[in-house]
């Protein structure tokens, strides 16, 4: 107990929140998956059976480059930095050729390793209004 009771405590280095912010924006801005993503990222596509690891994923966005849909962005990004630096929430939200009714949210997780961001989960998902809820559960009966 002694021993535990006369350590110093560990200096608290305060987070510039706002750089860790520009700095993912920046990452945003012309990510690059195959070196943003974590070795063990997850990644959940629309569909409930989509559960992607990297290179699934990386396999995934290979498949359809040729065929990738226009986005349009709908709101602006947001980014939430954990207190301690650490990790942080981004989500952004866009309307694509894909679906141009329903739009389309994607959250990412990152967290940093080594000094620098990281993707270690994306999800993907149609967001519908909720006025548009009823409308397509009858469209689907």
């Known amino acids: ?23 993912l924006n920046k990452i945003m801005d012309s990510i690059d998956f195959k070196s943003n993503l974590t070795e063990d ?7 409930p ?19 990738a849909p226009e986005f349009k962005s709908i709101g602006d990004r947001n980014i939430k930095v954990a207190p301690d ?4 929430i981004v989500v952004t939200q866009y309307i694509t050729s894909w679906s141009p009714k329903i739009p389309w949210r994607q959250v990412y997780h990152f967290v940093k390793t080594n000094d ?5 989960f994306i999800n ?16 689907i009966d």
């Open 1 to 23: 107990m002694v021993i535990f009771a006369c350590q110093q405590t560990p200096k608290v280095v305060p987070v510039d929140i706002k750089a860790e912010e520009a700095a």
């Open 41 to 47: 990222a997850l990644i959940c596509g629309t569909d």
């Open 49 to 67: 059976s989509e559960f992607w690891n990297k290179q699934q994923f990386l396999e995934q966005l290979e498949q359809t480059k040729d065929a």
């Open 85 to 88: 630096g650490n990790s942080a």
């Open 116 to 120: 620098k961001w990281m993707i270690q």
């Open 124 to 139: 993907i998902a149609f967001i519908p209004k909720n006025e548009d809820i009823q409308k397509i559960n009858e469209a």
